[in-house]
T-cell receptor, first 115, second 117 residues
């Protein structure tokens, strides 16, 4: 089965706190890509990161960081020093090398950053 | 334009009517995707075009749904005999090449919110 699970439906934190959004995926493919997208209230899906299954290095981009662990099939996303503008729905997603060319999305985590 | 453009942004239609949703992809992008997002859910794949042809339409829920991309740029998603269950946000995305190459990402439009009453 090809599946992405985001167990956290909704999270609320106070501004400046750190928050981690969990993502667990299932696939039998050996080469695949993992994504995180942000969906603000405007509705547009904003690309945040793509990760190749062969690259398990963690990545940091400003206040955002991603932890990819193949051993646990997880691709977690951490926001450090959260800000109100980070409030959105975040989707983890999965696609496959030279196959299907579709993205499989999780159900998303709604993140509320409280001032 | 700079991004993926979808029109209309909102569409209310009566049950049984026919609707067309339009997507203008980023110029030069060969791949185009339609997704449907129901309330509280992640986007679900409907159809993928590479150029003018539908390379994968396995996500279309039934034969009331159809999409075209006659000149390899603009695409139209067509829904016949709409039902209340078709109410959702329909998202369009484009990418420079096929996603399976691993060298690009998909850019999404803001979606069309379809409400069938």
């Amino acid at each position: 089965a090809q599946k992405v699970t985001q167990a956290q439906t909704e999270i609320s934190v106070v501004e400046k706190e750190d928050v981690t959004l969990d993502c667990v995926y299932e696939t039998r493919d050996t080469t695949y890509y993992l994504f995180w997208y942000k969906q603000p209230p405007s509705g547009e899906l904003v690309f945040l990161i793509r990760r190749n299954s062969f690259d398990e290095q963690n990545e940091i981009s400003g206040r955002y960081s991603w932890n990819f662990q193949k051993s646990t099939s997880s691709f977690n996303f951490t926001i450090t020093a959260s800000q109100v503008v980070d409030s959105a729905v975040y989707f983890c997603a999965l696609s496959f090398f030279r196959r299907d060319d579709k993205i499989i999305f999780g159900k998303g985590t709604r993140l509320h950053i409280l001032p | 334009g700079a991004g993926v453009s979808q029109t209309p942004s909102n569409k209310v239609t009566e049950k049984g009517k026919y609707v067309e949703l339009r997507c203008d992809p980023i110029s030069g992008h060969t791949a185009l995707y339609w997704y449907r997002q129901s309330l509280g859910q992640g986007p679900e794949f409907l159809i993928y075009f590479q150029g003018t042809g539908a390379a994968d339409d396995s996500g279309l829920p039934n034969d009331r749904f159809f999409a075209v991309r006659p000149e390899g740029s603009v695409s139209t998603l067509k829904i016949q005999r709409t039902e209340r269950g078709d109410s959702a946000v329909y998202l369009c995305a484009s990418s420079l090449t096929a996603l399976g190459s691993g060298s690009t990402e998909a850019f999404f439009g803001q979606g069309t919110r379809l409400t069938v009453v």
